[in-house]
Nanobody, 125 residues
Framework: VQLQASGGGLVQPGGSLRVFCVLS????????MGWFRQAPGKEREFVAA????????YYVDSVKGRFTISRDNAKNTVYLQMNSLKAEDTAVYYC???????????????????WGQGTQVTVSS
C-alpha cells in the first residue's frame, strides 16, 4: 500500500485549499483514513478522520466548521477541503490509512499502518 499526498501550497489567510491523498496497491474502501499535520517545532497532531464508507467523520476542535474530510472510493482518493485558513494551519499535512471494515474512526497516529509523504500547506500574506 502506498499513499501519495498532494495539493498543498501557499494561500493567504482566509483562503481555501484542498489537499488529497491517493491510495495505490489496494482499494481504498478497505481502509479507514485520516489526516494529520506537523508544524515546525511541534509534534504531529490529528486533524480529521473518515470511516471506510465515508459515513462517519471526526475533526479536531481547531478545524471544526472549516475543514471537511471526504472520500471517493471509486477514485481511491481521500480529500481534505480547508476553508477560512489561518496562519496556525501552516504545516506539513500527512494522510494515513488503516485497514478497517467497521465505521470506527481512528484519531491516534499509532493506530494507522500506512503514511503518505506529506504535502506542505503555508498560510501567509
Amino acid at each position: 500500500v502506498q499513499l501519495q499526498a498532494s495539493g498543498g501550497g501557499l494561500v493567504q489567510p482566509g483562503g481555501s485549499l484542498r489537499v488529497f491523498c491517493v491510495l495505490s496497491g489496494r482499494t481504498v474502501n478497505d481502509y479507514a483514513m485520516g489526516w494529520f499535520r506537523q508544524a515546525p517545532g511541534k509534534e504531529r497532531e490529528f486533524v480529521a478522520a473518515i470511516s471506510w464508507s465515508g459515513g462517519n467523520t471526526y475533526y479536531v476542535d481547531s478545524v471544526k466548521g472549516r475543514f471537511t474530510i471526504s472520500r471517493d472510493n471509486a477514485k481511491n482518493t481521500v480529500y481534505l477541503q480547508m476553508n477560512s485558513l489561518k496562519a496556525e494551519d501552516t504545516a506539513v499535512y500527512y494522510c494515513a490509512a488503516r485497514p478497517s471494515a467497521l465505521p470506527t474512526l481512528f484519531r491516534q497516529s499509532y493506530e494507522y499502518d500506512y503514511w503518505g509523504q506529506g504535502t506542505q500547506v503555508t498560510v501567509s500574506s
